[in-house]
């Protein structure tokens, strides 16, 4: 190894992180100057073609710490990715290619990182979904490595420990953690607040430790041979020195998130023998000695392409990269009567039947939610991932399952628990995913769990959520449109669904699932239109009755998607609302004043008991109801 070549490389990714940071007046520049020299030795192990960024045998590379993302785009940058200098100039900018932490819209960057956490969580799903393509492709074909850089605050994070337990459990020997370990928070010393044995907590995960001198050449290069041999998976604790190479500020809490300042850079860069004066400087020895990733990485691909050439491999791959759910026979549900819960679990299975990336799994809760692909087998080999009751994990590690390019998977919990992975959901729809998320226990339907279990608040928070679609049917047939509605997006969707059984509805009047919402019932001149999702649906459809047995002219329409409803244009949704406007559902839903006069719905927690007897405790039945609308 070229030890003056490395130093020189290891200290133009600092030099640049800082100019960039410092251009910007903002962002993180500890963390980039301290791990430059490990990144500078893991790009010799590293196998990426920047040609070709989205090449499926490629290693994955994450930067959990995306306050990081200085060290990365400068990394980018030098490899020969579609990321230019002039971007990096442009660094944390509006619609800057080079944002302040990684986004997926940012050639070279697998996945959107930042909240401190996902990252780990992500790389362990980017290992699963490796584990997974090789069973189905063979090893020769997928025989990559997920490295991930992580700090104590992703450590800190209960994700991680959720993941990384997971990882032990599937041995994912295609798993290295860099864990930057340099004692230091944006409050002071770490051992404010954390004092843990990494090495013993995660050896007890069933990982493979190494410490080294994360500045140290030949003790990084060792670790990450041995991290490549190992049959565990892998972390490396890298003692670093936060902000390593900025004079007095090296070590110091005070470099983490704020820029180093002019004067202090050009001091580092004169003590590093770079021209003070230069910012943003690449010299020809390092730009050569980057460079050589695009010819390796070419070469590799092409070795790769002659393997696929010849393994009888190509359809299968082709049919995993572009899924066709057209080939999906769904089961009939016109004039069953079924919980929704029920219903999807036949068509996650008829999806499953046909589409082999379709995969996923619940958090310790199959039986409940309905989401056991029956004789599919468990994974790796089979479609059901057992998760356990890692609610934060399961939808971090199916993000990047949907990333990985050959899979669609889902995430399955009560709705309640959906709070336990609000911000891997966030995420989900921030990189516009395609990941299904399966909420059952919709609502005080819950019964006898009582408030801590029964939904009040989420269906609204969800439905603010951009880029994302939260169904909630009323019975089977909407549950299967909106399946099929949803499998033809490239975005993230809900399916909140019943524990108790929903009557089937007639066809609908006017418009369709697809529309978000539509005409179930009509009446000449209505002065009255009940608008409602899921299990209200068919109470208003009998309080309709009622109040025309009191000469009320009454319209009902079922609403599965506010969302998709959302955007329909105003003659579309003046078609279906007529008269005065009531919107009927079992939960906190302020956004339908957006469309309704009034709403029926409920403003405190829930109650436990019999699911009939707080359904009625809180008006959710014909008779109440009807005395509510009819109080103008």
């Given amino acids: 190894m070229n030890f003056e070549l490395l130093q020189k490389q290891a200290d133009t990714l600092r030099f640049l992180s800082a100019d960039m940071i410092q251009r910007a007046n903002s962002g993180h520049p500890g963390a980039p100057l301290g791990l430059a020299d490990i990144l500078v030795v893991l790009s010799f192990h590293l196998k990426h073609n920047p040609k070709n960024p989205s090449w499926l045998n490629r290693d994955r590379l994450v930067f959990s710490g995306g306050h990081a993302s200085a060290l990365l785009y400068s990394f980018l940058h030098l490899s020969g990715y579609d990321l230019s200098l002039d971007e990096l100039k442009n660094f944390r900018q509006l619609h800057s290619k080079a944002p302040g932490h990684p986004e997926i819209s940012t050639c070279g960057v697998e996945i959107a990182t930042g909240p401190l956490g996902q990252g780990v969580a992500n790389a362990v799903g980017f290992a699963l979904a ?3 393509a090789q069973s189905l492709l063979g090893s020769e074909l997928i025989n990559h490595k997920v490295y991930c850089f992580c700090g104590d605050g992703d450590l800190e994070e209960g994700i991680s420990y959720e993941a990384c337990s997971l990882a032990g459990l599937h041995k994912l020997d295609n798993l290295i953690l860099i864990y930057d370990s340099n004692a230091i928070s944006i409050e002071g010393d770490v051992s404010l607040a954390f004092n843990e044995n990494i090495k013993m907590r995660f050896e007890a995960q069933g990982f493979s430790v190494q410490e080294i001198n994360g500045h140290d050449f030949d003790a990084i290069n060792n670790a990450f041979e041995l991290a490549k041999l190992s049959k565990r998976p892998n972390l490396i604790i890298a003692k670093t020195i936060i902000a390593k190479g900025a004079l007095e500020l090296e070590g110091s809490h005070h470099s983490h998130g704020a820029p180093l300042g002019v004067e202090l850079i050009k001091r580092a860069k004169a003590k590093a ?3 003070e004066n230069q910012e943003f400087f690449i010299s020809q020895e390092v730009k050569f000695a980057f460079s050589v990733a695009l010819e390796l990485g070419d070469l590799e ?6 393997l696929l050439e010849k393994s009888g491999k190509k359809d299968l791959l082709e049919r995993l990269l572009k899924p066709n759910f057209n080939e999906v026979v769904y ?8 919980a929704t819960r029920d219903s999807n679990g036949e068509i996650l299975n008829a999806i499953a039947a046909k589409i082999e990336g379709f995969l996923g799994g619940s958090a310790d809760l199959a039986p409940s939610n309905k989401t056991e692909l029956k004789g599919m087998g468990d994974f790796i080999e089979g479609k059901n991932i057992h998760f356990g009751i890692r609610e934060h994990a399961m939808a971090a590690i199916n993000n990047a399952l949907a990333r990985y390019g050959l899979f669609v998977p889902f995430s399955a919990t009560f709705f309640i628990f959906s709070e336990y992975l609000k911000p891997a959901a966030r995420l989900s729809a921030l990189m516009k995913l395609r990941h299904y998320f399966i909420f059952t226990h919709d609502s005080i339907g819950v019964g006898e769990d009582g408030p801590t279990h029964q ?5 609204s928070t969800f439905r603010a959520m951009p880029n994302f679609l939260t169904f909630r049917p009323a019975d089977g047939v909407e549950n299967l449109k909106a399946w099929q509605f949803a499998l ?3 975005l993230p969707c809900a399916f909140v669904l019943s524990r108790q059984k929903l009557e089937a509805l007639n066809e609908g009047i006017f418009g369709d699932v697809k529309n978000g919402a539509y005409l179930l019932k009509e009446a000449d001149n209505a002065s009255i239109t009940l608008l409602a999702s899921g299990s209200e649906v068919s109470l208003c459809l009998q309080t309709a009755k009622l109040l025309e047995s009191k000469g009320e002219r009454v319209n009902v329409v079922s609403m599965p998607c506010y969302e998709l409803f959302e955007k329909q244009d105003k003659s579309y949704q003046e078609r279906l609302l007529k008269g005065e406007v009531i919107g009927v559902e079992a939960a906190h839903s302020n956004e339908l004043y957006k469309f309704c006069d009034r709403v029926f719905g409920i ?12 359904f009625e405790y809180f ?3 014909p008779n109440k109801l009807c005395e509510f609308v009819l109080k103008r």
Avoid: T
Wanted: overall charge negative.
């Fill in 130 to 132: 490796a584990k997974k």
């Fill in 331 to 338: 089961p009939d549900f016109k004039g069953k009567s079924v």
């Fill in 603 to 614: 403003e405190s927690f829930g109650e436990s008991g019999k699911d009939k007897a707080v």
């Fill in 301 to 306: 691909e092409a070795k790769w392409q002659d």
């Fill in 488 to 490: 033809a997006q490239d």
């Fill in 619 to 621: 008006g959710f039945e």
């Fill in 273 to 275: 023998h770079f021209d």
């Fill in 455 to 459: 939904p009040i608040e989420q269906l």
